[in-house]
């Protein structure tokens, strides 16, 4: 995958958790120029129906961003599900991230929505590119000093379905090595171990993509949630 912007490899790993099937999804696309998106997508449950449409979802995602942007992209997921349905089971929904590499520049372009996160390494640390949309984040933003409660975190408040231009989050950095997670990945890992793993594995993408997903171990609850991982990696 190159263009004017450099070589982009990518690399991607995921594995179900303990409720199956996974309604993780992962799609990427590169056009001819050898602009690059990759979308994850972590879908609300484990039908059949949600990890069909997570992938529908990431598809038209990452097809979008790479001919659009990482915007357009996402909300054109939006629109794949705004509306619930009329039938007995409504529309599923999800959270996702999704990453642009163009062809034509050395950055790399990051939306968002819900708890799937980004990170690109820089200057030996793993340092987060994306803040949650949950209540927890929320409260913290606007100032509120008293006690979170820790429910709060899983309280996410932006979906795809609910996403549009005020709050699909935004951003950007010229690292050439980004991290895509769902929180299967960054709720079981410590971020020290993260980011010890991808300075380890910092030229190969795809292993660095496997070695994350396996570091996710089981919760508190005793389950095992749906891991994923994607890495850019600019050369």
Do not use: F
Request: net charge negative; aromatic share 2%; proline share 4%.
């Amino acid at each position: 995958m190159t263009g004017a912007g450099g070589n982009v490899r990518i690399g991607k790993a995921t594995r179900e958790g303990t409720i199956v099937p996974s309604g993780d999804a992962v799609a990427v696309h590169v056009q001819k120029d050898g602009t690059t998106a990759a979308a994850l997508v972590d879908g609300t449950g484990h039908s059949r129906r949600v990890v069909s449409v997570a992938q529908l979802l990431a598809t038209v995602i990452a097809r979008t961003a790479a001919r659009r942007g990482a915007l357009a992209g996402l909300l054109t997921g939006t629109e794949l599900v705004a509306d619930p349905g009329s039938g007995e089971e409504p529309e599923p929904d999800a959270v996702a991230v999704i990453a642009t590499a163009r062809a034509e520049t050395d950055q790399i372009r990051i939306a968002w929505v819900g708890d799937c996160r980004a990170y690109a390494l820089e200057d030996g640390q793993l340092r987060p590119l994306t803040a949650d949309h949950n209540l927890a984040e929320q409260l913290a933003a606007c100032g509120y000093e008293g006690e979170i409660p820790g429910l709060a975190a899983k309280w996410v408040r932006t979906t795809v379905r609910t996403a549009a231009v005020a709050t699909v989050a935004e951003a950007w950095t010229d690292c050439p090595l980004v991290v895509l997670t769902s929180d299967g990945v960054h709720d079981q890992v410590p971020h020290g171990a993260m980011e010890a793993l991808a300075l380890t594995y910092e030229g190969e993408p795809q292993a660095l993509a496997e070695a994350l997903v396996a570091a996710a171990g089981i919760g508190a609850d005793g389950a095992r949630d749906d891991a994923t991982a994607i890495v850019i990696r600019r050369t």
